[in-house]
T-cell receptor, first 112, second 113 residues
Framework: QQQVKQSPQSLIVQKGGISIINCAYENTAFDYFPWYQQFPGKGPALLIAIRPDVSEKKEGRFTISFNKSAKQFSLHIMDSQPGDSATYFCAASIRGSYIPTFGRGTSLIVHP | NAGVTQTPKFQVLKTGQSMTLQCAQDMNHNSMYWYRQDPGMGLRLIYYSASEGTTDKGEVPNGYNVSRLNKREFSLRLESAAPSQTSVYFC????????????FGDGTRLSIL
């Protein structure tokens, strides 16, 4: 059973465009939602994270939007650059748990 | 900081051979994890260790064993490798505390012929 559903599986964007990756969850006990970025040949690394007491968090060109009532959260990459080409994973975890539930990942390609 | 170090980076095995993947972290983290990554399947948890001296099964433990050797080291063993275990294996660690992010190594790419 897939507890965190991530879409799309792959995404192609032109340089300067906006990349949007969506995740949906069922378990209302989730209360921490990190996004990880993975470059080819490397392990995932934390990009940005949000807790459900805020609806949006922005770090540079990366923004997480969180909709608690819809049980959805999304990653927006503004002014996408070729260097943003990577696989992105959303995740969710429950307070007190050290085991996150990962989405299946989105492969982003940003064309120059 | 080295962070999480995995060895080897690449390995080719024949069906039935055994192998141990090594992982060490230098961040004094209590929790450590082993994942496998396959195309379209994301990261699937094989085993984890909440703290030194404890290990627990994850989502896909069959065919694997683990050892938490000490606080720094967490190894993954394939006793009799099968082609279905061809994958990229990632070790991760995290500190104690609510909702801490995981820190990943760069993976071991394992092919089983």
């Amino acid at each position: 059973q897939q507890q965190v559903k991530q879409s799309p599986q792959s995404l192609i964007v032109q340089k300067g465009g906006i990349s949007i990756i969506n995740c949906a969850y069922e378990n209302t006990a989730f209360d921490y939602f990190p996004w990880y970025q993975q470059f080819p040949g490397k392990g995932p690394a934390l990009l940005i994270a949000i807790r459900p007491d805020v609806s949006e968090k922005k770090e540079g060109r990366f923004t997480i939007s969180f909709n608690k009532s819809a049980k959805q959260f999304s990653l927006h990459i503004m002014d996408s650059q070729p260097g943003d080409s990577a696989t992105y994973f959303c995740a969710a975890s429950i307070r007190g748990s050290y085991i996150p539930t990962f989405g299946r990942g989105t492969s982003l390609i940003v064309h120059p | 900081n080295a962070g999480v170090t995995q060895t080897p980076k690449f390995q080719v095995l024949k069906t039935g051979q055994s192998m141990t993947l090594q992982c060490a972290q230098d961040m004094n983290h209590n929790s450590m994890y082993w994942y496998r990554q396959d195309p379209g399947m994301g990261l699937r948890l094989i085993y984890y260790s909440a703290s030194e001296g404890t290990t627990d099964k994850g989502e896909v433990p069959n065919g694997y064993n683990v050892s938490r050797l000490n606080k720094r080291e967490f190894s993954l063993r394939l006793e009799s490798a099968a082609p279905s275990q061809t994958s990229v294996y990632f070790c991760a660690s995290s500190p104690t505390g609510d909702n801490q992010p995981q820190h990943f190594g760069d993976g071991t790419r394992l092919s089983i012929l």
